[in-house]
């Protein structure tokens, strides 16, 4: 109104045009445009010419109203078109008349002057609803003359004519037909319509199926994330209600999502027409178009695809299959190539069962002909005897590879989502037991690590799973172990990993839950014991998990956990243990001696094989004996009830060759802990490590020797030469490992001499025994020679000027069972055993069978133990002839007595007796046996004194359980003392005559034997030493000083303390640890209060030093000065005022005592 009011008027119109060009930036263009008139737009602005634009505007008026379009005779003149439908309907349906039909077809198209690409569109309809007449219309469509890409936009335009909105759809619509999706797939598949052309005339595009797919995958996780989130105000409401909420986590059910549904998406149809009309690699493109694992959601194509690989497999598993698994022949309408045998199992086949991925559940069926194809494929493949897999060997490889990737992309992920199906599992484990445990742990690894996170489906059945499995572990108990454990069972079935997953964290944290998490898994299938096996290395390999506490000093417990847990766990149930002990190997290699505890606790709980330094005396009778009375009555467990664990142990070392890699790094990590990996340490951490290595190292080597036979042990161990040339093994462990064989292999020897001595005479059977004696020297020179030249290369020369390299090798070679039979401890477990019979006897509540049964049990231990005894006895009696016939050439009397005793010591006592608790006993015996034999020029006295003059610098050298056998080895050597200083008829018997006592006066060269009273003054002496040296560890303030000291005094009692005020001075200073270390060191404060409590219990044994020694001939005692081989009686000036020097530092109560301490560096004795 206000641009017609202007009229003439230029004012106006300048005032109007201001106004317009003010509001471009309020009003917009296009509506200026609609309104105004074209001279004012031409004025303003907003079109170049007015001229211009009305020539437009006619034009399009005039192609909008007045053109006619070409060819728009459908709806006038329908006669052409009629005829064309006729012609079509009664047309004979056969390819070579399609020809013929075509000329029809031109001659209708010139006569009515039809549109071709109508008529085209026509034949298509047709097509479309005749499509089982495939032949005729693919012949017709390639004699058609039209260009490709029109059969495109004639096939597109069909399924534009689908696409409408939700709103339509729902009102005018049903979806895109499937005959539709099957035309095009015929097309493209015969290459008469291009897919790439195609794809963009579908719905919805590529962006909004990759957003919904993203949405998706988004919600999913945060659902799955919910389930597992900590609810207060679920936990207020009914627990029953919780209850069956939770139990509806056991399995996880797909839920159709319109998204995927054939009729709202074009690209999902065709590719499921594809699928089943067999042009697989048209379907792979159009998959590849589409975001990963899409396809998987949709039920069409999952159901297709499962179609497809029964048609496809059928013939092959009719091969392989057992014959009531067969079932019927498949008839289903489906094109697909048809295998017969493995090679023929193509990548499109392939292919195919990697696209179904985790969904190949939905058909538990077909899954299971695919395990059981694999099954027998892996059989054949690592079968020896067959030769059908050999003939073209590089497709074989290729295809094993195939198989390993379909486990673990399809198969394994599919077992997560069926619903607790123990069958599938079990026919799972069929297929997958055949592989190495490496690519068996490979596959277990990405199942477990990957697989749920790449697929939707398997993110939210974890998330259900460690729901559940949780629910189950909190009310987990020993009184409902079985309905616990057959739920945990059921689970397990469908995700093994996510619930051991589970199940160990718990075990990590609360270790009272071991045992009846063991017990709750025997209701696993065998899949899971291989799973949890895997399971339980990935948590030992944990990089996440400290192995230490906070302070640094101890190991955590997690992993004293773990260990234990294995030990349990693989003692009870049948679980390969390849994979655990490769991983401990690893571990080694790479330095790292923690794993040695899980080690350790699975030889123990496998073979009942203990390694303890809380052995109470007849335990360590009984390890004197043989591997029978070792097994009765040396350990806490029973070995009978490892039988079959044990039996299991030793054919997986057999099996996988590992015995003599774990014993050879195990030596080599013994010193490693301290030289390389404690450097850092503290010395506590690396004494524990220390100790958890030898005590592993010792069980294990005894649990080779007791379960492997010679033959077998022999051939693992290799020779001394080699353990110290090539692996760099210590001496002590080279000889450890190599005792067993020299025994052997010197009575092997021995029958074998016996033997070829044939039958003995009446007459010569008096000389019967010296010729069984001259047989075993000759087996043992025969052994022993070889060992001998190796041990010369141990060490240089100059030390075996010091020391006889016989006396090392033999000592070395001996063991407890050879010098001590335990006769007492064989009697007494024969009458336990015979007193359990006679209960059997007396009771009436057990059945005869089984009482006769049980009676039979015992009585044959009972003989086995007598005959054990036997055999002890008589190795002994050789071992006795042996020492007899080699004592002579031990030591040398060209050398010093105190130069042979320091390398004695340094080289064979001190090396073993920290080895074992047994060995330290072993010392012991040795050196008695070498006193009581009258060995020459091997001097007692000079040996005790060596040992007992100070003791504080090998104490405090000692690890903790270095320092119990170091305890154990004095207290040995002092019950000894006691015994020759208790009474003067055992010491002349036993010493007075004896080389190792002999003594001669100073400046003299005249030999006399120490006299009792001198020997009892040299006894306090020693008891004296060995108080001034423990006292200056336990005034130290050093932590190890401290503690070794008070593990070695209590495994001193009741042999020292024996005097009163020695015992006075130890209790003081212990009390002092006691009251300084309550807070700071409670561990210390634990050995000290324990100590102190088993002192004051030993008050009443005490003497007062006056009954200990006669102290009034001090005066001729030192007038006498005895030097025994060292040993002086006389206090020098130098002793003297060191004497003043302790009492003025009060070391030590009683002054009188202290005139007796002599230095024996400083006498001239030879």
């Known amino acids: 109104d206000v641009e017609v009011q202007c009229g003439d008027s230029k004012d106006r119109k300048e005032n109007f045009k201001s106004l317009i060009l003010a509001c471009q930036e309020v009003v917009p263009i296009s509506l200026l445009k609609e309104h105004l008139e074209v001279d004012t737009l031409e004025a303003v602005g907003l079109i170049p010419s007015a001229k211009v634009f009305n020539q437009k505007f006619v034009k399009m008026k005039t192609r909008l109203f007045f053109k006619q379009q070409k060819f728009n005779l459908f709806r006038e003149e329908n006669e052409g078109y009629s005829k064309l439908i006729s012609e079509l309907g009664h047309a004979h349906m056969q390819s070579e008349h399609a020809p013929v039909f075509m000329e029809n077809v031109k001659s209708l198209i010139g006569h009515f002057n039809l549109d071709p690409n109508r008529v085209l569109d026509v034949i298509l309809d047709a097509f479309e609803s005749m499509i089982e007449d495939t032949g005729f219309f693919l012949t017709l469509l390639e004699c058609y003359p039209a260009d490709p890409q029109t059969f495109v936009h004639i096939l597109g335009n069909k399924f534009h004519f689908y696409q409408v909105n939700q709103e339509e759809s729902q009102a005018t619509c049903s979806g895109t037909p499937r005959s539709l999706y099957r035309l095009a797939a015929v097309l493209i598949q015969n290459k008469l319509v291009s897919l790439e052309l195609l794809y963009s005339h579908l719905v919805p595009t590529d962006d909004l199926i990759i957003s919904k797919n993203h949405a998706y995958i988004e919600e999913t996780k945060i659902k799955a994330k919910k389930i597992n989130s900590i609810s207060l105000a679920e936990r207020s409401g009914d627990d029953k209600q919780q209850s069956s909420d939770n139990k509806s986590c056991a399995f996880f059910i797909l839920e159709p999502r319109p998204d995927y549904e054939l009729d709202s998406n074009q690209k999902l149809g065709l590719c499921e027409a594809l699928i089943r009309q067999g042009c697989w690699s048209s379907a792979k493109l159009l998959i590849g178009h589409l975001p990963m694992h899409y396809t998987q959601l949709c039920p069409a194509i999952v159901a297709a695809i499962t179609e497809v690989l029964h048609i496809t497999l059928e013939p092959l598993y009719r091969s392989i299959a057992p014959r009531a698994a067969k079932g019927k022949t498949l008839l289903v309408d489906v094109k697909t190539i048809h295998c017969s045998k493995f090679t023929d199992i193509n990548i499109d086949?392939?292919?195919?069962?990697?696209?179904?991925?985790?969904?190949?559940?939905?058909?538990?069926?077909?899954?299971?002909?695919?395990?059981?194809?694999?099954?027998a494929f892996f059989k054949d493949y690592y079968s020896t005897a067959s030769n059908s897999l050999q003939q073209d060997s590089p497709t074989i490889d290729m295809?094993?590879?195939?198989?390993?990737?379909l486990l673990s992309e399809t198969i394994l992920p599919s077992l997560s989502l069926l619903q607790c199906n123990c069958g599938m599992s079990e026919e799972v484990w069929g297929m997958i037991k055949q592989l190495p445990y490496e690519v068996r742990y490979q596959l277990y690894g990405r199942w477990k690590n990957q697989s749920y996170e790449l697929y939707p489906s398997l993110l939210l059945a974890k998330a259900l799973t460690i729901n559940r499995a949780k629910y189950i572990m909190k009310r987990l108990t020993k009184e409902n172990v079985k309905p616990s454990g057959r739920h945990l069972g059921k689970l397990s079935h469908s995700n093994p990993g996510i619930v051991f997953d589970c199940v160990l964290s718990q075990i990590q944290t609360y270790d009272n839950l071991i045992v009846p998490v063991v017990d709750a898994l025997k209701y696993l299938s065998p899949l899971g014991y291989d799973i949890l096996s895997y399971c339980i290395i990935e948590a030992l390999g944990n990089p996440s998990k400290e192995r230490l506490k906070h302070e640094d000093t101890n190991i955590s417990q997690w992993l004293q956990g773990l260990a234990n847990f294995c030990g349990t766990v693989f003692k009870k149930y049948n679980i390969e243990l390849t994979g655990l002990l490769q991983y401990i190997i690893n571990q080694l290699k790479n330095g790292k001696s923690f794993d040695l505890l899980v080690l350790k606790e699975v030889v123990q709980k496998m073979s009942g094989i203990e390694i303890s330094e809380d052995m109470t005396v007849s335990q360590l009778e009984a390890l004197a004996g043989g591997e029978l009375l070792k097994a009765e009555g040396a350990y806490f467990s029973q070995v009978r009830n490892v039988k079959k664990s044990s039996q299991r142990l030793r054919e997986t070392l057999v099996s996988s060759q590992l015995s003599t890699?774990?014993?050879l790094l195990m030596g080599q990590q013994r010193d490693s802990i301290i030289f390389r990996e404690g450097i850092d340490r503290h010395l506590k951490l690396a004494g524990q490590l220390y100790d958890h290595c030898m005590d592993t190292l010792v069980q294990f080597g005894g649990f080779l020797s007791s379960h492997f036979s010679m033959e077998e042990y022999s051939e693992r161990i290799p020779s001394l030469d080699s353990l110290h040339l090539e692996y760099h093994i210590p001496a002590d462990i080279a000889f450890f490992l190599l005792r067993p064989i020299m025994a052997s292999s010197i009575i092997t020897k021995f029958v074998a001499l016996e033997k070829s001595s044939g039958e003995v005479d009446k007459a010569e059977r008096k000389s019967k025994s010296m010729k069984q004696q001259a047989n075993y020297l000759a087996a043992v020179k025969d052994v022993m020679e070889p060992i001998l030249k190796s041990a010369n290369m141990l060490h240089s020369n100059k030390i075996w000027e010091d020391i006889n390299a016989k006396l090392y090798t033999t000592f070395w070679s001996l063991s407890l069972y050879d010098l001590h039979v335990p006769v007492g401890r064989y009697d007494e477990e024969i009458g336990k055993l015979e007193q359990s019979i006679k209960a059997l006897d007396d009771s009436s509540d057990m059945a005869s069978t089984k009482k006769r049964k049980e009676q039979e049990k015992y009585q044959v231990v009972i003989d086995k133990l007598k005959e054990e005894k036997r055999k002890q006895s008589e190795n002994h009696k050789m071992i006795l002839v042996r020492i007899s016939n080699e004592q002579d050439e031990w030591f040398n009397t060209k050398v010093t007595k105190n130069r042979t005793i320091t390398q004695f010591l340094q080289l064979c006592i001190f090396p073993r007796c920290l080895y074992t608790t047994a060995d330290a006993v072993y010392c012991a015996k040795f050196v008695y046996f070498l006193h009581t034999h009258r060995t020459p020029n091997f001097s007692t006295l000079l040996f005790f004194d060596k040992v007992f003059s100070d003791i504080s610098y090998t104490s405090a050298c000692c690890t903790e359980n270095e320092a119990r056998r170091y305890g154990k080895f004095l207290g040995e050597l002092l019950e000894v003392i006691s015994k020759w200083h208790g009474q003067v008829s055992t010491y002349e018997k036993e010493c007075a005559d004896t080389p190792g006592f002999l003594s001669m006066m100073r400046n003299s060269s005249n030999k006399n034997h120490l006299d009792f009273e001198n020997f009892r003054h040299i006894c306090f002496k020693w008891h004296f030493k060995?108080?001034?040296?423990?006292?200056?560890?336990?005034?130290?303030?050093?932590?190890?000083?401290?503690?070794?000291?008070?593990?070695?005094?209590t495994k001193l009692l009741p042999q020292y303390p024996k005097v009163q005020h020695l015992a006075i001075a130890l209790e003081k200073r212990v009390e002092k640890i006691i009251e300084e270390e309550k807070k700071d060191r409670p561990d210390l404060f634990a050995l000290a209060t324990g100590y102190s409590g088993m002192l004051k219990a030993q008050k009443s044994n005490l003497v007062a030093e006056t009954d200990y020694h006669n102290k009034e001939e001090r005066v001729k005692a030192v007038q006498d000065t005895v030097s025994s081989n060292g040993i002086d009686a006389k206090p020098s000036s130098t002793s003297q005022s060191r004497v003043k020097q302790e009492h003025s530092d009060k070391v030590l109560v009683g002054v009188e005592a202290v005139q007796y301490i002599t230095e024996p560096g400083k006498t001239g004795a030879q």
């Open 1026 to 1049: 060995i108080t001034k040296s423990l006292v200056v560890c336990l005034e130290s303030k050093d932590y190890m000083q401290i503690r070794n000291s008070l593990i070695v005094l």
């Open 661 to 663: 890699p774990l014993c």
């Open 399 to 405: 295809l094993f590879r195939k198989f390993i990737t």
């Open 349 to 375: 086949v392939m292919g195919i069962m990697y696209t179904l991925g985790p969904l190949m559940s939905q058909d538990p069926i077909l899954l299971a002909k695919v395990v059981r194809i694999g099954r």
